[in-house]
């Protein structure tokens, strides 16, 4: 269980460079602005609704979190609810659930979702919420960029 405890910390310390590191493989699969831009749309869009329900519902993190010692040096904030992590990754999934990218980025988003409950940073409300807001980005997004590129 230690490479999954230590997976799951480098998710937390590093997750801004993950998703990065996600749009560039995305960049490569498909390689136009076009993409770029409805995978900044998306991530953007999942971010900021997860920080309106943060404000609004002030939910806090799980107390095992706080006291845990190797989330110290963490950038973890007092509010948990929704899990911002898996609202960004399962953007990915929204925008891009009929590519043939679907299961690798579903596969990896469900292990970020996990990687959050795994170390006690959030509760599984916050997760499957998360979960709920970046598919629903995504999707929107997805829907948005197809009308656009009609006009």
Known sequence: MRTLEYLSLLIEEYYIEIFVLESIVVWLLFPAFYYIFLVIAAI??????????????????PAEA???????????GKRSFPSEHAAVSFSFVGL????????????????????????KAHYLRDVVAGALIGLLSGVLVSHIGFFLSLL
């Open 44 to 61: 953007s869009l999942s971010m900021m609704i997860s920080l309106i329900f943060r404000i609004l519902v002030k939910s806090r993190r």
């Open 96 to 119: 891009f659930l009929s590519s043939y990218i679907l299961i690798p980025l579903l596969l990896f988003a469900l292990f970020v979702s996990y990687s959050r409950l795994y170390i």
């Open 66 to 76: 706080m006291r845990r010692k190797y989330l110290t040096h963490s950038k973890l």
